[in-house]
């Protein structure tokens, strides 16, 4: 089974897609922690990121893993461990700009089928749209931004500590939002046969209840 799930930042695709790998037993691919890698790559290599074909071929050329269960996620580049440092401010923006290029999301696009045929849950921009257009199940999460944004924040600050204030990330949000959904290759949008579902107001097992009963209906149909 392929179960795709899409969104905008901080709609909680990360915490509703392990929960669902976990809970189904299936592979969890987190697609933004490979973009995630790519700009880890570019800035260690010191590749302007305005080289789109310097930046393609280098993510061509590296090797990215994720590896153990859903809860514990390795992120490796070229054999190396870099859960922890693709987590930075720094890697973010990077991660955002790289993300546009056409080259780099083919490529990238490549790889998550490769490591989605033998089922999974992924979740990404693209997924149900591009990646996986024939997936079992499409979920489109979303949430009102000023939400997004505070989710975002607090995430930040226990994972790495951010110095951004709350207006700032809520400032970045709105410009990711901008550019995911206005880029040439592979836009953020919602898949024609995609179940959305609004999380504003809602906690997360409530949204995690709603997606199982989807995957329930899908299950007893085939």
Do not use: C, W
């Not at 009102?144 to 400032?171: I, N, V």
Request: proline share 3%; hydrophobic share 40%; charged share 30%.
């Amino acid at each position: 089974m392929i179960i795709a799930i899409d969104g905008p930042s901080g709609s909680g695709k990360s915490t509703l897609g392990r929960m669902l790998a976990r809970a189904l037993n299936l592979l969890y691919i987190d697609t933004g922690s490979m973009y995630r890698a790519v700009a880890l790559a570019v800035i260690e290599a010191d590749v302007d990121p305005s080289a789109t074909e310097a930046v393609t071929a280098l993510a061509n050329r590296i090797d990215i893993d994720l590896e153990g269960d859903p809860d514990s996620l390795s992120v490796l580049l070229d054999r190396r461990d870099i859960t922890e440092q693709i987590r930075t401010e720094t890697v973010t923006a990077m991660s955002s700009i790289i993300s546009s290029i056409p080259g780099v999301r083919r490529a990238m696009v490549e790889r998550q089928r490769a490591m989605g045929e033998r089922g999974a849950v992924l979740n990404g921009r693209d997924i149900g749209t591009v990646v996986f257009p024939d997936a079992d199940i499409k979920f489109f999460l979303t949430a009102e931004p000023r939400e997004r944004a505070e989710r975002r924040y607090k995430e930040d600050q226990m994972a790495s500590g951010s110095s951004a204030s709350l207006a700032e990330t809520f400032a970045d949000m709105i410009e990711r939002d901008k550019r995911d959904s206005t880029r040439a290759d592979s836009p953020l949008k919602v898949a024609d046969d995609a179940i959305v579902i609004d999380s504003t107001g809602k906690t997360i097992e409530q949204v995690f209840e709603l997606m199982m009963e989807r995957v329930s209906n899908v299950h007893r149909n085939h």
